[in-house]
């Protein structure tokens, strides 16, 4: 039998000479996973694991090893602050998003209350961020696909069950919720180019393509969700994307062209122009 130390000890060998780059901390993750502990631990106990439990360990680092994402074996992934729920079938949430929760923030941080509307929501990370940070927040999430229902329905029913979640096409929305009005419109779409999709990680393979790929010049989205929902924001009410690495550009003249004002681009930590928004 081996002492939970030796496990991860050996998983992280496995997983560097898989090529994954960061095999010490991965490892961990898998170990205290496997054993139920709640990271991070300061000291792995040093009493023998199961057979049950090292076999387990095995198993997992080697779909890892195969490039299966590490948000996926573990089930649940942080943002924000937040844990959320993070099966296959759903876009894992990214810190490059943070930026996007960070602009509503700031535009919104002196109201007394907002009403938040989220289009391609996926594991629902955005409302539920905004929510925690954010007072008298209401609003509805808007998602495509059957297989993130469970985790957006998990979590917001954790840290943001005010909301109402609506399944259909953001292209194609139902009706009524089209009548509504909000005050901030927030949407990640998807934004990958033709070119983008050829050259994925391994690992981004395992998630959604309807997720990832927003046509050949990865603009589709924005070109058509721009129209379509302006009349759903309230007077003065701000339109927020997050868009792809060097698309800000592009998404700003459209809304431009949409007869948006006070357009302006945010810029994330690592200095890439990341989100764009507009006011009506």
């Known amino acids: 039998m081996v002492t939970p130390t030796q496990a991860q000890r050996m998983t992280q060998q496995k997983l560097a000479a898989a ?61 924000f602050g937040l844990e959320f729920v993070v099966e296959e079938g759903v876009l894992i949430p990214r810190q490059d998003t943070e930026i996007l929760v960070e602009t509503v923030l ?3 941080q002196n109201a007394k209350e907002t ?37 957006l329905r998990k979590n917001l029913h954790r840290h943001a069950p005010q909301f109402t979640i609506w399944q259909g096409d953001v292209l194609s929305p139902p009706e009524a919720l089209k009548q ?17 999709m050829g050259s994925l990680q391994e690992e981004v393979r395992y998630e959604p393509e309807m997720a990832l790929y927003g046509g050949e010049d990865g603009l589709t ?25 060097g698309q800000a550009q592009d998404v700003q003249a459209i809304l431009e062209e949409n007869d948006f004002t006070d357009c302006c681009i945010v810029k994330d930590l690592a200095g890439i122009q990341r989100v764009v928004l507009g006011r009506t």
């Open 19 to 79: 090529g994954i780059q960061s095999a010490a901390w991965e490892s961990r993750l898998l170990t205290e996973f496997v054993l139920g502990l709640s990271h991070p631990t300061l000291i792995l106990p040093e009493l023998p694991m199961t057979e049950e439990d090292f076999s387990r360990l095995k198993q997992l680092a080697q779909r890892r090893c195969e490039r299966f994402p590490l948000q996926y074996l573990l089930g649940t992934w942080e943002f």
């Open 106 to 108: 700031e535009l919104r």
């Open 115 to 151: 009403r938040l509307l989220d289009l391609c929501s996926g594991s629902g990370c955005i409302p539920a961020a905004i929510t925690s940070h954010l007072r008298n927040v209401t609003g509805d999430v808007l998602e495509l696909s059957e297989q993130a229902m469970p985790c």
């Open 180 to 196: 509504k009005r909000y005050d901030i419109i927030t949407c990640n779409p998807p934004y990958l180019t033709g070119m983008d």
């Open 221 to 245: 989205f924005y070109r058509r969700l721009t129209p379509l929902w302006k009349p759903g924001l309230a007077k003065g009410g701000w339109l927020v994307y997050e868009v792809g690495v």
